[in-house]
């Protein structure tokens, strides 16, 4: 459950950083260009002249830095970072942060991780995803490497999921869900403790919803007495008796010193491999999720207990808009949930699956008495349609559903206490890539995908919508423009952000830019993509999947001979010395030699407009032609570029 932690701020770390710069600086005995650079830098700091001290600062970094004075190297590195934030110069600045964090770390300290989050609140990032049919093409980037799902993993798509006990629109009667946020989800979360029976209502609930259930079991009193025995036992039978999937986090967020289980890693892989161990073989319904939270992320990795014991990598990953909860703290707004999870997904993603055990995105703070709404929406964009898109293996997102008040961090995570918060969700989960049912291998009933638009995710078939993720230093965005080759064809002011379009509206070698303004008009990003669309082909209004795909040739459309034929029904043959290709349905045969633009049906010369050509090994001839030649119906749709063939 989200509990108040303590994080280093900004502040202590000036503090610190002050302490080290008083303990390390120079004494005046040893007098030499160090000490001068030094000393020149003061006095001009001193005189408010911060500008002409930066040349000192960068030369005092790279001396301690060659030097192997890790701790100067860093406070001077600060310097430089802190001056061009404050200049506004953020591309340098984020430069400087990541120096000065990996000098901090080369020092044996910490203290570089918030420059790190401070490097993230500036960085200005344009990315774009879009939508994709091709289920090849979206495997290679949800499915590990070693090709072997985990249990209960889907095959793409990410399992929606709520702590909806806390909500009164929908408490614990899980059902409810479907009619108050439209749609039903596939994992409810409960919480239980060590030594208390198994949470049987609410999986009698999740199961009359038709969901899985998320249990966080907590051992309150530590790890000493979570053993093996009578208890365990029966609590993992009756686990196995629900008959529904069950997804266990068990004590998590033990990298935080906040929880009565932190402390001695070994301990508790222990007691995680134990626990493993005991519901693998009493409950197989059973899947085991290791779930830190997201800070500390140097104290994560010692808890592991291994790939053999892990069914699911989770996190706890919340933001707010201050610190704690504390308005007198530096503002978090400029921090966005994505990437928070940068580090967990590439440490783990590879090997396991992840989920986002506990998350939230506020839209009110008590303490500052303040409405968010704005950037909650922002949030929860990226939430449910960036983070799946730009981390394929998160494959379930846990939403805390909680109106704080003024208790712990005091926001408002509820998503029914505002109907505009209320029904931007409702739309933003209407997505079919977001999964009602857990299911092993399930995947979206629409089989869309989404991948990167980049060198290789550029050309799409028929439509696609086209999400970008974009975050400026400002936080707010003011108009999002789309400019396709030269001209813009769309603006946005509201949120979500997305444009769909057609494959006739993009042709090959087409440049989308995104545009993106502040809320005071002035231009802050402009990012070029290439993106193309394909010819597309169904037969019988089944969508053909091609090793090669179609083409444009000379104004005619080409498209895989043998795949178009052997799918009508005919038998093909390809004699590589005449480069002749030899096809026969029933009582029809054909004969066609590559280059040529006669091709003999039944006998019979046939001239085409354009000859049958080889591409990449493959054969190609005009759409027309191959479709008709064995009696079929062939038409053109330009808007999708597509060629529909009916045989019936």
């Given at each position: 459950m989200k509990k108040?932690?303590?994080?280093?701020?900004?502040?202590?770390?000036?503090?610190?950083?002050?302490?080290?710069?008083?303990?390390?600086?120079?004494?005046?005995?040893?007098?030499?260009?160090?000490?001068?650079?030094?000393?020149?830098?003061?006095?001009?700091?001193?005189?408010?002249?911060?500008?002409?001290?930066?040349?000192?600062?960068?030369?005092?970094?790279?001396?301690?830095?060659?030097?192997?004075?890790?701790?100067?190297?860093?406070?001077?590195?600060?310097?430089?970072?802190?001056?061009?934030?404050?200049?506004?110069?953020?591309?340098?600045?984020i430069q400087y942060y990541e120096l000065e964090n990996e000098y901090w770390v080369k020092a044996g300290r910490d203290w570089g991780a918030v420059k790190l989050q401070r490097a993230d609140q500036i960085r200005t990032t344009v990315e774009l995803y879009r939508q994709e049919r091709d289920q090849s093409a979206i495997r290679e980037l949800t499915v590990p490497s070693n090709g072997k799902l985990a249990k209960f993993e889907p095959a793409f798509g990410t399992y929606l999921g709520m702590y909806s006990e806390q909500d009164p629109k929908v408490g614990n009667t899980f059902s409810k869900?479907?009619?108050?946020?439209?749609?039903?989800?596939?994992?409810?979360?409960?919480?239980?403790?060590?030594?208390?029976?198994?949470?049987?209502?609410?999986?009698?609930?999740?199961?009359?919803?038709?969901?899985?259930?998320?249990?966080?079991?907590?051992?309150?009193?530590?790890?000493?007495?979570?053993?093996?025995?009578?208890?365990?036992?029966?609590?993992?039978?009756?686990?196995?008796?629900?008959?529904?999937?069950?997804?266990?986090?068990?004590?998590?967020?033990?990298?935080?010193?906040?929880?009565?289980?932190?402390?001695?890693?070994?301990?508790?892989?222990?007691?995680?491999?134990?626990?493993?161990?005991?519901?693998?073989?009493?409950?197989?319904?059973?899947?085991?999720?290791?779930?830190?939270?997201?800070?500390?992320?140097?104290?994560?990795?010692?808890?592991?207990?291994?790939?053999?014991?892990?069914?699911?990598?989770?996190?706890?990953?919340?933001?707010?808009?201050?610190?704690?909860?504390?308005?007198?703290?530096?503002?978090?707004?400029?921090?966005?949930?994505?990437?928070?999870?940068?580090?967990?997904?590439?440490?783990?993603?590879?090997?396991?699956?992840?989920?986002?055990?506990?998350?939230g995105v506020p839209h009110y703070q008590y303490a500052a008495g303040e409405d968010f709404t704005e950037w909650a929406k922002l949030n929860l964009q990226r939430l449910y349609e960036i983070m799946p898109y730009k981390y394929p293996r998160l494959k379930a997102i846990t939403y805390f559903n909680v109106n704080q008040g003024m208790n712990n961090a005091k926001n408002d995570y509820s998503l029914?206490?505002?109907?505009?918060?209320?029904?931007?969700?409702?739309?933003?989960?209407?997505?079919?890539?977001?999964?009602?049912?857990?299911?092993?291998?399930?995947?979206?009933?629409?089989?869309?995908?989404?991948?990167?638009?980049?060198?290789?995710?550029?050309?799409?078939?028929?439509?696609?919508?086209?999400?970008?993720?974009?975050?400026?230093?400002?936080?707010?965005?003011?108009?999002?423009?789309?400019?396709?080759?030269?001209?813009?064809?769309?603006?946005?002011?509201?949120?979500?952000?997305?444009?769909?379009?057609?494959?006739?509206?993009?042709?090959?070698?087409?440049?989308?830019?995104?545009?993106?303004?502040?809320?005071a008009g002035k231009q802050v990003s402009l990012r070029t993509f290439g993106i193309s669309s394909q010819v597309s082909v169904e037969i019988d209004g089944k969508d053909q999947v091609f090793e090669q795909a179609p083409a444009i040739v000379n104004g005619s459309t080409f498209t895989p001979l043998r795949a178009i034929f052997e799918a009508m029904g005919a038998k093909v043959e390809y004699e590589a010395a005449t480069r002749t290709v030899n096809a026969k349905k029933g009582n029809t045969t054909v004969r066609l030699t590559l280059d040529q633009k006669t091709v003999y049906v039944n006998g019979k010369a046939v001239q085409l407009e354009e000859p049958a050509r080889l591409v990449n090994g493959y054969t190609l001839a005009p759409a027309r032609f191959v479709g008709e030649t064995f009696g079929g119906k062939v038409a053109w749709d330009g808007g999708s570029r597509t060629v529909t063939i009916s045989t019936k």
């Open positions: 108040i932690y303590k994080r280093i701020s900004i502040l202590s770390l000036v503090v610190g950083v002050l302490a080290a710069s008083l303990a390390s600086s120079p004494a005046p005995a040893h007098a030499d260009i160090v000490w001068d650079h030094w000393q020149k830098a003061e006095a001009l700091v001193a005189g408010g002249n911060e500008a002409e001290a930066v040349s000192h600062w960068q030369f005092l970094a790279d001396h301690y830095g060659s030097s192997g004075e890790w701790e100067n190297a860093a406070l001077f590195y600060g310097k430089l970072a802190a001056y061009f934030d404050a200049t506004r110069d953020y591309e340098q600045a869900t479907e009619s108050v946020y439209g749609k039903k989800h596939a994992i409810y979360l409960a919480y239980a403790h060590w030594g208390q029976n198994f949470p049987a209502m609410y999986a009698k609930r999740a199961k009359e919803a038709g969901g899985a259930l998320q249990i966080a079991w907590e051992p309150d009193d530590g790890l000493d007495p979570v053993a093996d025995g009578a208890y365990l036992r029966k609590w993992a039978q009756d686990a196995k008796a629900a008959g529904i999937p069950i997804f266990l986090r068990f004590a998590g967020e033990m990298n935080g010193a906040w929880v009565k289980w932190h402390g001695n890693p070994a301990q508790y892989i222990a007691k995680f491999r134990m626990l493993h161990d005991v519901f693998a073989a009493e409950a197989p319904n059973v899947a085991m999720v290791w779930s830190p939270g997201d800070v500390p992320a140097n104290d994560i990795d010692p808890y592991y207990p291994g790939d053999d014991y892990v069914d699911w990598v989770g996190v706890s990953l919340y933001i707010e808009p201050y610190e704690n909860g504390d308005p007198s703290l530096p503002s978090m707004l400029a921090t966005s949930n994505v990437e928070r999870l940068t580090r967990l997904y590439n440490t783990y993603s590879d090997r396991k699956p992840l989920m986002l055990s506990e998350t029914s206490s505002s109907s505009d918060i209320q029904n931007y969700y409702s739309n933003l989960i209407a997505n079919p890539y977001l999964l009602s049912k857990v299911s092993d291998s399930v995947q979206p009933a629409d089989g869309v995908g989404y991948v990167p638009v980049d060198a290789d995710h550029q050309s799409f078939t028929k439509k696609t919508k086209f999400v970008p993720f974009i975050k400026i230093p400002e936080v707010y965005i003011g108009k999002v423009e789309y400019i396709l080759n030269g001209r813009v064809i769309a603006a946005q002011t509201e949120l979500p952000y997305g444009l769909e379009l057609r494959a006739g509206e993009v042709p090959e070698g087409s440049v989308l830019q995104i545009r993106v303004s502040n809320k």
